[in-house]
């Protein structure tokens, strides 16, 4: 159930932008070995003024998730991201900058404002 935020510059074209969403979600729930429909994704675009990033990076993938994944779980992920972001020209492996937000289970307020600690979820957090 991670919640997968992209920010970057406006200016990209509408297809591009779909298939950015295409490639993180897949790669989310590939490597996360989540559900198909177990998709939370914000894009947001922002005036040239308003989006500044110390080069080369050009996009900022943000996912939060719960703790527990191992590292090597997080690498996979990362590698699996820029080498989809980059086989589909969308974007250089070096303008990618990933960040994973990891917070507590009993921190997300889930189906109705229940701790998912106390929720079976349908999938493992520690992969």
């Known amino acids: 159930m991670p919640l997968v935020k ?3 510059q406006k ?3 509408r297809l591009k932008l779909i298939k950015l969403r295409e490639i993180v979600m897949s ?3 590939q490597t996360l070995q989540l559900s198909e429909n177990d998709q939370n994704f914000r894009l947001i675009e922002y005036e040239p003024d308003f989006f500044q990033m110390k080069p080369p990076y050009k996009v900022i993938i943000e996912i939060s998730l719960f703790s527990g994944r191992t590292p090597k779980t997080k690498k996979l992920l990362f590698q699996n ?8 020209q ?3 492996r070096k303008e990618v900058f990933i960040l994973l937000n990891e917070q507590p289970i009993e921190n ?3 189906r109705g404002g229940i701790p998912a600690n106390e929720l079976e979820l349908g999938f493992i957090v520690e992969i």
Do not use: K
Not at 81 to 88: A, I, N
């Open 11 to 13: 200016g990209y074209d």
């Open 81 to 88: 991201l820029v080498q989809q972001l980059e086989t589909h």
């Open 6 to 8: 992209v920010e970057l």
């Open 27 to 29: 790669q989310v729930v």
């Open 90 to 92: 969308l974007f250089e």
């Open 108 to 110: 997300w307020g889930v």
